[in-house]
């Protein structure tokens, strides 16, 4: 929670910051569906820390994420989809501090079940990557 009180200090309610807290739930998910096993440890937290995050109050967080879930699905169907995405998503984050702590903070999500796949990480691989933090 420590990580999350830290992304939210960091941010602010306007546009630029809206876009950011998406691309948070955006790689949250892209973490939790990577494996293709729904835990509800996964979703507990991760509906948690939503509570957290600044969102923009003209958009219904809940129907941004059915419309983004299936675009994650899509995503991981084939390595190329599953990189545009994630630039996608990396391109969103544009403060060096919120990279660095969404780093720590996908980190944590995937360790929630007790268990981090290889497709988990090698999307956190790419994360760092694309963050600019390797």
């Known amino acids: 929670m420590y990580l999350l009180d830290k992304i939210k200090s ?31 440890n996964e979703q507990d937290y991760i509906a948690e820390q939503l509570l957290e995050l600044p969102w923009d109050p003209n958009q219904s967080i809940s129907l941004y994420i059915q419309a983004m879930v299936p675009k994650l699905r899509n995503a991981l169907s084939s390595p190329e989809t599953l990189h545009e995405q994630i630039v ?19 980190h944590d999500l995937s360790e929630v079940d007790g268990y981090i796949s290889s497709e988990e990480r090698q999307i956190i691989e790419e994360v760092e990557h694309e963050l600019q933090l390797v």
């Not at 602010?12 to 509800?40: K, T």
């Open 10 to 40: 960091s941010l602010s309610p306007d546009n630029h910051h809206y876009q950011q807290s998406s691309a948070i739930v955006d790689l949250m998910y892209l973490i939790m569906l990577s494996d293709r096993r729904l835990d509800l």
């Open 88 to 106: 996608s998503i990396c391109d969103r984050i544009h403060d060096r501090p919120i990279r660095e702590q969404v780093l720590h903070y996908i």
